[in-house]
T-cell receptor
């Protein structure tokens, strides 16, 4: 069974802090994704990666960066956290490079609050 | 206009009822379609893919109407355990890469 693990379920940070959200998958998946989920807006894609050291911007990359140094780990970075980044963050992975016609497996999510 | 639109609900139905959710998408070039299910405070999970000819999985039936750019999910004989948010998902293209575009979800509450 695929396991996608996010480092924290709940996180509280202050405005201006640098925030790291970590995601690890254990099934050797090529693709990894970071989304945020807000009421009434659904899941919105922030960044994705189809390979180690590769990253592509999603729909809402502003204020975020990512790192994929190892295949199993995909990190989301809030360079200088702001209150409008308070949200639920979901990491996902899927198997084959560049091909999204397959299920994405999600982590439990990190509920991030920026004060 | 959102790329994928759903009625947010909630749909409140008694056990045993039949309920249908609709979803519309804006990009006529979209090729693949899915329904995901998300329980309260949990992650989304794939419920079923949607095929052009329509497909069924137990009590769940998914249909696609490409001409109207419309997807539906029918749940028969609703169970309490069906209570969740149902996300309509469409495969699109961004920057030359395929990506999944999620609707905001339709909430279903099944009561005794």
């Amino acid at each position: 069974d695929v396991k996608v693990t996010q480092s924290s379920r709940y996180l509280v940070k202050r405005t201006g802090e640098k925030v790291f959200l970590e995601c690890v998958q254990d099934m050797d998946h090529e693709n990894m994704f970071w989304y945020r989920q807000d009421p009434g807006l659904g899941l919105r894609l922030i960044y994705f990666s189809y390979d180690v050291k590769m990253k592509e911007k999603g729909d809402i990359p502003e204020g975020y960066s990512v790192s994929r140094e190892k295949k199993e780990r995909f990190s989301l970075i809030l360079e200088s956290a702001s209150t409008n980044q308070t949200s639920m963050y979901l990491c996902a992975s899927s198997l084959v490079k560049g091909y999204s016609n397959q299920p994405q497996h999600f982590g439990d999510g990190t509920r991030l609050s920026i004060l | 206009r959102k790329e994928v639109e759903q009625d947010p609900g909630p749909f409140n139905v008694p056990e045993g009822a039949t309920v249908a959710f609709n979803c519309t998408y804006s990009n006529s070039a979209s090729q693949s379609f899915f329904w995901y299910r998300q329980d309260c405070r949990k992650e989304p999970k794939l419920l079923m893919s949607v095929y052009s000819s329509g497909n069924e999985d137990g009590r769940f039936t998914a249909q696609l109407n490409r001409a109207s750019q419309y997807i539906s999910l029918l749940i028969r004989d609703s169970k309490l355990s069906d209570s969740a948010t149902y996300l309509c998902v469409v495969r699109g293209v961004s920057g030359g890469y395929n990506k999944l575009i999620f609707g905001a979800g339709t909430r279903l509450a099944v009561h005794p």
